[in-house]
């Protein structure tokens, strides 16, 4: 079982910038994940562990940004321009499949999950 470790999450006003972090290893590719009560989990980006390959969902694109320090097995999370609506807990996930870029951010690409981080946005 590979060991994920979240971080970085809290309490941000509209308009802030929040960057979480994932240390992880062994994965081909590494999504961010986010689910506010009483809505799915919803795949916001990934990247692939070799190729830094990155897709992003609509609602996050240009706001966004995955990005990974091989050095330290780190992958980040740079969320800018936030809005309420981006409150939710947030989990990193990795995947060992061969890499899909249609399914990269489907939760049944992933089989390892971290424990999550909150993000709370305050309008």
């Known amino acids: 079982q590979v060991r994920l470790e979240e971080s970085g999450g809290g309490s941000v006003q509209a308009g802030g910038s929040l960057r979480l972090s994932c240390v992880a290893s062994?994965?081909?590719?590494l999504g961010w994940f986010r689910q506010a009560p009483g809505k799915e989990r919803e795949g916001v980006a990934s990247i692939t562990g070799y190729r830094d390959l990155t897709t992003y969902a609509d609602s996050v694109r240009g706001r966004f940004s995955i990005s990974q320090d091989h050095a330290t097995n780190t992958v980040y999370l740079q969320m800018s321009s936030l809005k309420p609506e981006d409150t939710a807990m947030y989990y990193c996930?990795?995947?060992?499949?061969?890499?899909?870029?249609?399914?990269?951010?489907?939760?049944?690409?992933?089989?390892?999950w971290g424990q999550g981080t909150q993000v709370t946005v305050l309008s």
């Open positions: 062994r994965y081909n590719f």
């Open positions: 996930a990795t995947g060992t499949r061969p890499w899909d870029a249609s399914e990269s951010l489907k939760s049944y690409s992933y089989n390892n």
